[in-house]
């Protein structure tokens, strides 16, 4: 399967005003109708009126956008993700969309989204947990919903059946499944893990995650990405979406941000020993270091007064991070 271009941060404004949108429109095409497509009268009153309440949700919510390094360290660190109760303190906002730079799941699953990795979720705090739908890119989903099996009796879809759920889908997220996770209790996925995973091997970790629905999957890159968003690890700039962007957004909303909190992993870089360079010692990796006290001398004062030296990570920039599963020891303080 091809991979799914990246959406840009400066893009995110745009698609939350675009889908807000979608979701208030109450003609043939528009969100409340296509969710309700198919289903029984009840249900389908039902997703009528999640359309018209995740609309207001997008419409007072906080974008974030997060880098690929950060996300991989989040998807690292929810496999040794041990059991965790939320807490509203958690969250960077009330209500959010936030998109990943990579998705956080396989690309592969059954069912009619077959093969959609999800790469972005939007939240709501509503009563004693917060519910969140999971986004994937809509040109992913469309290929391998157009690819059919053979093993099971199904044809590959037509183009003229491609076209038409492009024109029920016209914007690059689609959703793909909706959850809730309660505060101050342990998910159900958390329920069975252990309380202190630091004895379990890599590989039994691995093995844990991989056997995850994608739910868990997603839902524990979440819960690791607001709790490093709340770490000095973590360090946030704002991204303002295109001036052309900006006007289009203003006709659809006034009152809608068009800015991005972008964050990102906060490291120090230690410059790499090139081959043939004599001493010294070359890092290919990196690793988080705790917060600490340090002696700083002062040629002022002539003596040395101690500094807090907050976490961080270091290493060369771009490198592989040293054991990501501890990090979730440092999530814990």
Same mark, same amino acid.
């Given at each position: ?36 497509? @198919?289903?029984? &009268? ?7 009126? #999640? %359309? =018209?309440?995740?609309? +207001? ?121 909706? @959850?809730?996770? &309660? ?7 958390? #329920? %069975? =893990?252990?309380?202190? +995973? ?136």
């Amino acid at each position: 399967m091809p991979k799914a271009s990246v959406i840009p941060a400066r893009q995110l404004p745009e698609i939350r005003a675009e889908l807000m949108q979608w979701l208030q429109d109450p003609g043939e095409l528009g969100g409340p109708a296509v969710w309700s497509r @198919g289903f029984d &009268p009840a249900t389908a009153a039902q997703e009528r009126k #999640a %359309a =018209a309440d995740w609309a +207001t949700a997008l419409k007072i919510s906080e974008l974030f956008y997060v880098s690929a390094d950060m996300t991989r360290l989040a998807v690292s660190a929810g496999m040794a993700l041990p059991a965790y109760r939320l807490h509203p303190e958690d969250l960077p906002a009330t209500h959010g969309l936030l998109l990943w730079e990579e998705a956080v799941t396989d690309a592969h699953d059954t069912g009619d989204h077959a093969g959609a990795a999800i790469v972005a979720v939007s939240w709501a705090v509503r009563g004693g947990g917060v519910h969140v739908r999971a986004w994937a890119h809509r040109e992913e989903w469309l290929t391998a919903l157009a690819k059919g099996d053979p093993a099971l009796g199904i044809v590959d879809m037509t183009p003229a059946e491609v076209r038409a759920a492009r024109r029920d889908y016209p914007y690059p997220l689609v959703c793909m499944f909706s @959850g809730r996770l &309660p505060f101050a209790r342990i998910p159900g996925w958390l #329920a %069975a =893990a252990p309380a202190d +995973t630091s004895d379990l091997s890599l590989a039994e970790v691995e093995d844990h995650f991989r056997s995850a629905t994608r739910i868990e999957q997603a839902e524990r890159a979440l819960l690791v990405t607001w709790l490093l968003m709340g770490q000095t690890l973590a360090r946030e700039d704002r991204e303002n979406a295109p001036r052309s962007s900006a006007r289009h957004i203003a006709r659809i909303d006034p009152a809608l941000l068009t800015a991005v909190r972008y964050v990102r992993l906060r490291h120090q870089s230690i410059p790499q020993a090139t081959a043939g360079e004599s001493g010294g010692r070359g890092f290919r990796h990196r690793w988080i270091v705790r917060g600490h006290w340090r002696n700083h001398y002062y040629p002022s004062r002539r003596d040395h007064r101690p500094i807090w030296i907050e976490q961080h990570l270091k290493g060369p920039d771009g490198a592989p991070i040293l054991d990501p599963e501890k990090l979730v020891n440092v999530l814990g303080r």
